[in-house]
């Protein structure tokens, strides 16, 4: 009796989907977010938010100042004031102090093309 | 799958150390003069590619001893093998008689010719030490003026006295600048324990030793950032007690010293947020921190007129940026548990007020 499917040509088949489940990484929009994120990770250490927050994934970012800023890709509000919106993240980034007047945040110094990293690194946060 | 992955740190850091290595040569083309720069070497504290005088013929002497310590092991160790296998032929002795005792001629000499060998070789080195000591004492030509250092928990103060002009005096802290290719003197002083100074790319230790003034000379030969650290253990924060060398052009280094004379600028009118900040900051901070020109009159902490001026804050531990600046601010006692600075007692609003006020402050 023969074999519907050779051996080989199963094993070649695995391989290839193997192949392509890896390749799906590099799909162009997620690459790009991912590029974003890894952008946004180094503003964050060279800006210096981790002297005032705790944040997964950056060097030495153990503040105690602000909240911690694990899961904030899943979190509903920013600064207990407006929906966590890439937007909102982006104009909070940018200008705390138009979001909260006197709030202790600093602006600190982010173009926005900067802020949009940083808010993909923060979203990126689950 | 794919969040675990976004998440790793690896692929985050991959293409900044990409991007470095392609950016190296094209800096080193760029400016030489970066090349001396503390943020162009991995290695802030090696010391043996010195910049300066006091620095180089000490290098120097590094390398030739340690070139004749590795001659004087090989020569050892190649005389012992030598020496195992030309008596390997000796009987072995019978049980319950004694060791024939050999006297073969000549032995003596080689005992001689080691003794005089190497004490020569001692004296010599003794010598060239003495002579490297002698030629590091004093720089040779004498230094235009001194800047006085005062370590203590744990930062560097430093004053600036021209010996002409009184007037001309200054303090500041942690970041000192000096005219590339001019000795500077440098006198020591603690307030607390032992420090010691050192720079390593350009010169040696020197103690800073409560109750005496020690002294000691600097010069760079080449314009860049310099890293200096305290190296004798001095406390819980010994580690983040650095401070750094700018060697400047002297054009560059007279207009840095002019600028650090003036008071700092007043609180423009109508500013309500620089006017509460520069009250919150006296009220708050000024009993230990000075800016000259205002209320705040401590010294018992870093003085802050051009706080601005300097590229980072708590001796060399942060980066001076609006963030890092912030936090430090806020929560001293995290970031350098047990510094003297204390958490002060700040609403959200006085603490913006406060950093917004020492933005002003170039």
Known sequence: MRRLIHPALALAACLLAFAGCSESGGDGAVSDRKDQAARGAELIAAKGCGTCHEIPGIDGATGRVGPPLDHMGDRMFIAGMIRNT??????????PQSVVPGNAMPDTGLEADEA??????????? | MMERLWNRKPSIQAPRIVGR??????????????????????????????????????????????????????????????????????????????????????????????LALTTLVLIALVIWTMDVLAEIDEPAGEPAFTIEVTGQQWWWEARYVDPDDPSRSFVTANELHIPVGEPVRIT??????????????LAGKTDVIPGQTNETWLQADREGVYRGQCAEYCGLQHAHMALRIFADAPEAFQA????????????????????????????????CHAVRG??????AGPDLTHLMDRTTIASVTLPNTPGHLSGWIADPQHQKPGTTMPNPDLSGPELNAIRHYLETLD
């Open chain 2, 256 to 287: 840095w010293w002019d600028h650090q004379l003036e008071p700092a600028d007043e609180v423009p009118e109508g500013s309500e947020l620089l006017a509460v900040g520069e009250r919150q900051f006296r009220l708050q901070c000024g009993a």
């Open chain 2, 21 to 114: 290595l392609a950016l190296a040569p094209l800096l080193a083309l760029a400016s030489p003069a970066i090349a001396a720069s503390e943020e162009s070497t991995s290695a802030p504290m090696y010391y043996l590619k010195t910049f300066g005088p006091k620095g180089d013929i000490t290098a120097s002497l590094t390398w030739g001893l340690l070139a004749i310590a590795a001659g004087v092991s090989v020569l050892m160790s190649v005389l012992v093998i030598v020496a195992m296998f030309r008596n390997g032929r000796s009987s072995m002795a019978t049980p319950g008689s004694p060791l024939p005792i050999a006297h073969p001629p000549g032995g003596h000499r080689w005992i001689y010719l080691g």
């Open chain 2, 188 to 201: 020591l002083a603690s307030r607390d324990v032992i420090h010691s100074f050192w720079v390593p790319a």
């Open chain 1, 116 to 126: 949009e990293d940083v808010a993909a690194y923060l979203e990126s946060l689950r």
């Open chain 1, 86 to 95: 890439a937007e909102n993240m982006q104009v909070w980034l940018t200008d």
């Open chain 2, 294 to 299: 205002t209320l705040a009159g401590g010294e």
